[in-house]
């Protein structure tokens, strides 16, 4: 692999999937790869999970780790070519791709949507800006419309789970008080719409996925249907695609519960956090014997080692 950005730059999902999970067997065994190799983050917005797994996933391959917070620490970005910088941004992506890219190996850089224009997020505006400038191989650590070190640790944590040859795996909205971004359920459909799964698509109407990610996938529009004989229960919250950002509805009938869970097969819950209680699931099943959560986190030490190794085994050389 020389980039991760989305699932196309993967070869083989599955086979990553295999790899991740040998790799969490013995986290140290490549740790020479990235000797002498330096592993940039760059972060436009907050992060726990994506922050903590990826460092630990470069430190377990033997890398250093540089972070910066342009959203505290950095220069305010200009991201438009051709701009006349006389306004609030003091420096332009095209100079800070290529100076990261003198000091580091690979490069992840995190990057929200606006929300507010449609176009510009799906066309991933800053990621695809920035991965242009770098010299390096650039790795999402989640862009204005996907997550796909997110999805490769969910995949990973199904197949460590499931009890079954084809496990019915169901994706829930669930309500939130504010607009959040479709980057989490679009990569859990590119990915998961590949494992061998049932999958099932449920959400109240109005709150579509675009249909470049979702055409072909069995979508239910009523929840408790859905979640019948469900193996793994994959909650998530996302704003309309089709009124673009907005909230529809704030519906506390589709919050996750004990009783949404018994219809289930005794499923599992998964979640990517960091979860709102009691809002999207109640305490009873987060905190429950089916829970996933934790794990699901956990596994993305494994999901980011398995593509930085691949990236380095490719070859990954930056300037210094
Ligand atoms: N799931 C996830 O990406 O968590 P963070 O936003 O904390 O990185």
């Known amino acids: 692999m020389n980039q991760f950005l989305s699932i196309d730059d993967v070869p083989d999902p599955a086979g990553l999937v295999k790899e991740a999970l040998v790799i969490k067997t013995d986290p140290f065994a490549f740790s020479h790869l990235g000797k002498n190799k330096t592993l940039g983050l760059v972060f436009l917005n907050p992060s726990l999970r994506t922050r903590m797994s990826t460092q630990r996933a470069a430190q377990n391959l033997g890398m250093d780790v540089m972070v910066l917070n342009v959203d505290k620490d950095g220069w305010q970005l200009e991201f438009e070519d051709g701009a006349i910088m006389n306004g609030a941004s003091q420096e332009h992506i095209k100079e800070a791709a290529a100076v990261i890219s003198q000091y580091c190996d690979i490069i992840g850089i995190r990057t929200f949507p606006s929300l507010q224009d449609r176009e510009a997020d799906y066309n991933e505006k800053i990621l695809r800006s920035f991965a242009r400038n770098a010299t390096v191989p650039v790795i999402s650590l989640e862009s204005a419309t996907l997550h796909p070190l ?88 996302w704003s309309s695609y089709n009124e673009y950002g907005k909230i529809l509805s704030q519906d506390s009938s589709w919050m996750v519960t004990e009783e949404k869970m018994a219809l289930t097969n005794q499923g599992s819950f998964m979640h990517c956090l960091p979860v709102r209680r009691n809002v999207i699931v109640t305490d009873q099943v987060l905190d429950g014997p089916n829970s996933l959560i934790i794990n699901e986190a956990g596994n993305r030490v494994y999901a980011a080692q398995a593509v930085l190794k691949s990236i380095l085994e490719n070859g990954a050389s930056g300037s210094n």
């Open 150 to 237: 997110q999805s490769l640790a969910d995949w990973l944590t199904i197949e460590e789970h499931k009890t079954k040859d084809m496990p019915k795996v169901v994706l829930t909205w669930a309500p939130h008080p504010k607009a959040l971004p479709q980057s989490v359920p679009n990569s859990f459909v590119q990915w998961i719409r590949k494992a061998p799964v049932e999958f099932v698509i449920t959400h109240p109407e109005g709150y579509e996925l675009n249909s470049r990610f979702t055409a072909g996938v069995t979508i239910e529009y009523d929840q408790n249907k859905a979640l019948a004989g469900a193996d793994f229960v994959y909650a998530k919250n």
